[in-house]
RNA sequence: GCCCCUAUAACCCAAUGGCAGAGGUAGACGACUUAAAAUCGUUUCAGUGUCGGUUCGAGUCCGACUAGGGGCACCA
């Protein structure tokens, strides 16, 4: 073991380092987290930390987000419930390929190794896991039903192919999910995302977007408001109408959507999404187009193309100065006939919608910006008070009463917005719609290390599931395939594996060579932990009967779109499907900070890379752990440069000492009597009731300074002429142990044991407060003038009003403040507080 | 540009609308020690980012502003 701050030589026998010696293979014994007992008739507790990915040992950020979660989960073992603490790997995904290409290794092996660290580590950390139920991603066991997840998807046409412009990783060389793109780049690598038209598999979380949106309602209060809110805006809904719009040469009507059907008469040009397909069409025949055909033609194609290579950098960059081009087409506007030109511009999505709009330049910032730059008509139809748009540039976006809209006019903005719908739904020229802003989820990927879809390609049957008899799809070996990523599945070349029988007519057929998005494989591990070597099923009905859902989830707050909302998006679904009886995986969420050092993110290039291990070596596990919940709110960031681990440690060894203190007490047979201490029982009982309601509250930092002020007094009372023999003194050190196992496991357990009980202390169970001692008898009032503090005396609890009055008047304190000023007002909170206004 | 969160002592942080300090760090002093460390004890330090409002009373509630952090951002 490394020097230590924690001397060995302390003459008190204190050593942090010998103590996680002796009892880890005590607790390997007692194995006090096991959930599955058969009997067990404690109430249930499911507290889930979010499971790690396997690159590397554990780092800071590991270590506050398991000591954090293993304080809620040791508190409910304390009190009493039988606690479902699982942890598995998130074992799949492209680290364990990029190490495996850059330093040729298999990635089974890598993952597997730095799983076992990973594990090792966890152990000394002491966290409170349940090994009995440990679960890899990678393994066929588990994967195999992500297979049979998909095939369940599959069969009820919640996941299908389709072949669109996705998001592409160039460096990664796969595709990207929506929400794997941030800003533009790719949220693992920062390579700037580009398009590319592909064939791919996708969950259709669109379907759900109501309920994953409605029910959030359900979970106010219980999860922190910002991912709600993220959330929310994520999933994006607007309400408005699709209106048909009748193009002239064109047998169909083009469908817009729009949220402000109240400016229908507004409208004065309409735009088209330049990678749609309506806009491919409306230009492929030349002779349709007004003016010169072939022209136009060149002219939407240079467009496009400029479209096609621009990035979504660039793209989102909300200064851009609009663009766009003439289609030579028009459109008729259907509440009023007019006659509109048709154009395209990148700032119409595709998938948006119908990627196509009605522009209404008076009323949209947008519309007005291209409408200015290509000289296009602006008519005003809503009277908001604001100055003329085309003087001042500024589009009127506030409310207002309708103009220039005919049978509209003088109505309201809602008003209109309704009436509008019904005109239209009367002609059969439009209806009310809504639209979202989250996209289905595209879950393929083409990489190697990842679940193969089960799916076999068959040239006369096509898409042909796996029978489920074959599941699990293995991956095949790693060895002799060219992993390097090359925009198709390394899967590709291993031809014994992907050529097959087709399962329906027995023809030569090909599996599927993609694999799944690794987030398909998060958003049901919670409930593989109910059944976690079940060969039969997913997980056991019954289980999930009774563990699910989980009650306490804890995890940063970088997975509260992604994670969260997939995980929502396959409870909803496997609910429908009749799996399980709930419709929200996760009852209640507490979202940790990261820790950080001198006010940035910890990293090898910013050279402030604090490393966990060092950390451990230096001060031990209990002050590591006791610094992460100590170092205030959890939700707030860690700077490591702020906390005391030194401080951490000292006070750990000064508890320590009491129990210490209280053995030789014991030992040299002090006599005991009577109840003890009166002052140490209350201090006790004070401390019983705020600490639960502390933890309970996500405050540890404030009940781990609870525990310091009850050390703090038993200190004191054994210095004193209380003395460690006293009962009172030994039972509150009895409680400061139980309530340090949340934090110091180790520490706990030794001052447990010094206390002369068995080894498991997290199973001891807090003492219940006893209310009488917290009965106060009299109180200090305080008397205020005007708000200012003048006098304060001790009174009986149960203090009339009119006697507190007559007190504080008979304070000369209080009599010289109010001096010659006359009283306008007494305000008697009795028993606390008087307070006299005078003027 | 829009929305949200935060602002208390040198530092990290507490405080059901009722005496600004629970706890810790750092500092100072003392005891113990030949000395130092450790330990124990004592102790200094703010009127709560700014301005205004509600109230008998505001760190706490309301409004505006400043600073920092976060989210969303051509979604029709």
Redesign the pocket.
């Known amino acids: 073991m490394s020097e230590s701050?924690q001397?060995p030589?302390?003459?008190t026998g204190y050593s942090v380092f010998d103590i996680q010696d002796k009892w880890l293979p005590v607790w390997d014994e007692l194995r006090p987290f096991a959930s599955g007992k058969a009997g067990d008739t404690r109430p249930k507790k499911y507290v889930l930390d979010m499971f790690p990915y396997p690159s590397g040992d554990l780092h800071m950020g590991h270590a506050e987000a398991y000591a954090l979660g293993d304080v809620v989960a040791r508190y409910w073992v304390q009190k009493g419930f039988n606690v479902l603490h699982p942890i598995g790997w998130d074992a799949f995904g492209l680290p364990a390929e990029n190490a495996a290409i850059k330093r040729g290794l298999d990635p089974r092996g890598w993952t597997y190794d730095n799983i076992e660290q990973q594990r090792s580590s966890m152990r000394r950390y002491a966290c409170s896991f349940d090994w009995d139920r440990v679960i890899r991603t990678c393994d066929p066991i588990y994967y195999r039903w992500n297979q049979w997840l998909f095939l369940e998807f599959y069969n009820k046409g919640l996941a299908y192919r389709k072949n669109s412009m996705v998001n592409w990783c160039p460096s990664c060389q796969t595709v990207l999910a929506?929400e794997q793109v941030?800003?533009g780049l790719c949220e693992r690598c920062d390579s700037a995302v580009t398009k590319k038209a592909l064939t791919q598999w996708f969950f259709k979380v669109t379907e759900y977007a109501d309920r994953l949106l409605d029910d959030l309602d359900s979970l106010e209060g219980n999860w922190p408001?910002?991912v709600l809110?993220?959330q929310r805006?994520?999933i994006?809904r607007?309400n408005?109408a699709d209106v048909k719009f009748v193009v002239e040469g064109r047998d169909e009507p083009v469908i817009?959507?729009?949220?402000?059907?109240d400016t229908l008469f507004g409208a004065t040009f309409m735009?088209v999404?330049p990678d749609s397909a309506l806009a491919a069409e409306l230009v492929s025949d030349a002779s349709l187009l007004e003016g010169d055909g072939n022209s136009i033609q060149t002219a939407f194609a240079e467009y496009l193309d400029g479209v096609k290579k621009a990035n979504?950098i660039?793209?989102?960059?909300?200064d851009?100065?609009?663009?766009g081009v003439f289609l030579g087409r028009y459109a008729i506007n259907p509440i009023n006939g007019e006659r509109l030109p048709i154009w395209t511009?990148?700032?119409?999505?595709?998938?948006?919608?119908?990627?196509?709009?009605?522009?209404?330049p008076a009323h949209?910032?947008?519309?007005l910006?291209?409408a200015r730059k290509f000289g296009l008509p602006v008519r005003v139809v809503l009277e908001t008070g604001e100055a003329d748009p085309i003087e001042t540039g500024l589009a009127a976006a506030g409310d207002g009463v309708l103009v220039n809209s005919g049978p509209l006019n003088g109505l309201e903005k809602a008003e209109a917005i309704n009436a509008a719908i019904t005109f239209l739904s009367k002609e059969g020229n439009g209806e009310a719609a809504k639209?979202?802003?989250?996209?289905d989820w595209l879950i393929s990927r083409q990489r190697y290390w990842g679940t193969p879809i089960p799916i076999i390609h068959c040239d006369s049957c096509g898409e042909i599931p796996v029978p489920a008899d074959q599941l699990p799809v293995e991956l095949p070996a790693a060895e002799g395939l060219d992993l390097s990523p090359k925009g198709t599945s390394p899967l590709g070349a291993a031809t014994d594996w992907v050529n097959v029988p087709c399962p329906k007519c027995g023809a030569p057929a090909k599996r599927d060579t993609d694999t799944m998005d690794t987030f398909v494989d998060s958003s049901w591990y919670f409930l593989r932990y109910l059944s976690p070597n079940s060969t039969d099923v997913a997980f056991d009905p019954a289980e999930a009967a009774a563990w699910a859902p989980v009650d306490q989830y804890v995890g940063g707050?970088?997975h509260?779109?992604l994670h969260l909302l997939y995980a929502r998006f396959f409870t909803k679904v496997l609910f429908d499907l009749g799996h399980v009886n709930f419709e929200e995986p996760f009852t209640r969420l507490l979202n940790q900070g990261m820790v950080l050092m001198n006010?940035s993110a910890m990293s090898k290039s910013r050279g402030n890379l604090v490393r966990l291990s060092d950390q451990l070596d230096e001060h031990g596990v209990d002050a590591i752990r006791l610094t992460m919940a100590?170092?205030?709110?959890p939700e707030?960031?860690?700077?490591w440069?702020?906390?005391?681990p030194?401080?951490?440690?000292?006070?750990l060894?000064?508890a320590w000492?009491l129990a210490n203190d209280v053995e030789a007490s014991r030992n040299i047979g002090a006599s005991v009597s009577g109840s003890g201490d009166a002052a140490v029982r209350k201090a006790l009982a004070l401390f019983l009731r705020d600490f639960s309601a502390?933890i309970e509250n996500f405050?540890f930092?404030?009940g781990?300074?609870?525990?310091?002020?009850l050390?703090?007094v038993v200190?004191?009372a054994i210095?004193g002429s209380v003395g460690a023999a006293d009962p009172a003194v030994h039972e509150a050190v009895e409680e400061i142990a139980k309530a340090l196992s949340l934090f110091a496991p180790y520490t706990a357990e030794d001052m447990w044991v010094k206390l002369g009980n068995q080894p498991g202390v997290a199973l001891a169970g807090f003492r219940v407060a006893d209310e009488s001692l917290l009965v106060e008898n009299s109180?200090?009032a305080?008397v205020?003038v005007?708000?200012?503090?003048r006098d304060?005396f001790e009174v009986p609890v149960d203090i009339s009003e009119d006697a507190l009055r007559q007190l504080a008047f008979d304070s000369a304190l209080v009599t010289r403040a109010i001096g010659d000023k006359t009283v306008?007002?007494v305000?008697v909170?009795a028993p606390?507080?008087?307070?006299?206004?005078t003027k």
């Open positions: 701050t001397t030589a302390d003459e929506n941030v800003g408001s910002k809110t993220m805006n994520w994006g607007s408005g817009v959507y729009t949220t402000r059907p735009v999404a979504d660039e793209r989102l960059a909300t851009r100065p609009k663009s511009a990148d700032y119409v999505l595709a998938d948006y919608g119908h990627g196509a709009i009605m522009a209404v949209d910032q947008r519309d910006d291209f639209n979202f802003r989250l996209r707050v970088t509260a779109i006010g100590f170092a205030g709110p707030d960031d860690i700077d440069a702020d906390v005391s030194a401080g951490s440690a000292k006070f060894a000064r000492r502390n405050k930092n404030v781990v300074a609870k525990v310091m002020e050390v703090n200190r004191k210095d109180i200090v305080v205020q005007d708000g200012k503090l304060k306008a007002n305000i909170r606390k507080l008087v307070n006299i206004a």
